[in-house]
T-cell receptor, first 110, second 115 residues
Framework: EDKVVQSPLSLVVHEGDTVTLNCSYEVTNFRSLLWYKQEKKAPTFLFML????IEKKSGRLSSILDKKELFSILNITATQTGDSAVYLC??????????FGAGTRLTVKP | NAGVTQTPKFRVLKTGQSMTLLCAQD?????MYWYRQDPGMGLRLIHYSVGEGTTAKGEVPDGYNVSRLKKQNFLLGLESAAPSQTSVYFC??????????????FGPGTRLTVL
């Protein structure tokens, strides 16, 4: 059984669109949820969320965690072609285990 | 600071051969991790270490061994490579939980092909 599940697996939008990426996680020993962007090589860190209901923002990207419903969303507004990437969600657990979702492949067309 | 580096960047092995992947970090991080990433899948944790001299199994440890003899280095060994181990391997490091950051810093990856 997967600990972290992302949806959709892929998404194609046009520049200027707003997208919402979803991530659900298993609660047992949960500590924090992280979002990463992966283009061609190594993932780069976007957000870490530990508290429910507090939105984290960075430019056009924002993310929030719902610890009651066990999910997080990543929003990207006014998408640009440079946002095209795989977005990975990961749950970090108290035993230092890290579990990644399969990722959402976002393609932004001009 | 170089951050997290991995050696080698690419490698092709024949079935049954052995090799060691080296991960080094210069950020004085306590925690280090080895992941593999296969097409269409996220990263899967192989082994991790919470300090020098300690290692623990992750989600997919079979067929791999690790060692953390020095704080800055984390080695991943394949004793008898199999085609199923063809993958991209990422190393990561992180500081202990400080109460405000829990992020991991990733190396550039090693692409391994086992024929």
């Amino acid at each position: 059984e997967d600990k972290v599940v992302q949806s959709p697996l892929s998404l194609v939008v046009h520049e200027g669109d707003t997208v919402t990426l979803n991530c659900s996680y298993e609660v047992t020993n949960f500590r924090s949820l992280l979002w990463y962007k992966q283009e061609k090589k190594a993932p780069t860190f976007l957000f870490m969320l530990t508290s429910s209901g507090i939105e984290k923002k960075s430019g056009r990207l924002s993310s929030i965690l719902d610890k009651k419903e066990l999910f997080s969303i990543l929003n990207i507004t006014a998408t640009q072609t440079g946002d095209s990437a795989v977005y990975l969600c990961a749950g970090r657990y108290n035993n230092n285990d890290m579990r990644f979702g399969a990722g959402t492949r976002l393609t932004v067309k001009p | 600071n170089a951050g997290v580096t991995q050696t080698p960047k690419f490698r092709v092995l024949k079935t049954g051969q052995s090799m060691t992947l080296l991960c080094a970090q210069d950020m004085n991080h306590e925690y280090m991790y080895w992941y593999r990433q296969d097409p269409g899948m996220g990263l899967r944790l192989i082994h991790y270490s919470v300090g020098e001299g300690t290692t623990a199994k992750g989600e997919v440890p079979d067929g791999y061994n690790v060692s953390r003899l020095k704080k800055q280095n984390f080695l991943l060994g394949l004793e008898s490579a199999a085609p199923s181990q063809t993958s991209v391997y990422f190393c990561a490091s992180s500081p202990p939980r400080t109460g405000w950051t829990d992020t991991q810093y990733f190396g550039p990856g090693t692409r391994l092909t086992v024929l």
